[in-house]
Nanobody
Framework: QVQLVESGGGVVQTGGSLKLSCAAS????????MGWFRQAPGKQRELVAA???????DYVDSVEGRFTISRDTAKNTVYLQMNGLKPEDTAVYYC??????????????WGQGTQVTVSS
């Protein structure tokens, strides 16, 4: 069973920075992609940033230019550098691994989540 363990959440003031880490128990190249999701109270979970096995990245518009997803393949770890944080970034952040099974792609593995709180 693949395990994803997030760390790095906390409380920060508006404009501050945090770096989240996601350590995987499997080789991250074995996944078609890795991503960071977030879920705020009363809202749906949304994909914030993703990186493919080939290294291509994608971001939701609201974090473009402020967040950066990266990876260290030697450590099987994915990161989310968050700069210029805003109160609306407050949420539980989840790491996930995407799997391609024949023609079906799904976010199959999830971490336990880490809380990010941005105070105004």
């Amino acid at each position: 069973q693949v395990q994803l363990v997030e760390s790095g959440g906390g409380v920060v003031q508006t404009g501050g920075s945090l770096k989240l880490s996601c350590a995987a128990s499997a080789i991250i190249f074995s996944f078609s992609g890795m991503g960071w999701f977030r879920q705020a109270p009363g809202k749906q979970r949304e994909l914030v940033a993703a990186i493919t096995s080939g290294g291509l990245t994608d971001y939701v518009d609201s974090v473009e230019g402020r967040f950066t997803i990266s990876r260290d393949t030697a450590k099987n770890t994915v990161y989310l550098q968050m700069n210029g944080l805003k109160p609306e970034d407050t949420a539980v952040y989840y790491c996930a691994a995407r799997v391609r099974d024949r023609n079906v792609i799904s976010w199959r593995y999830w971490g336990q989540g880490t809380q990010v709180t941005v105070s105004s």
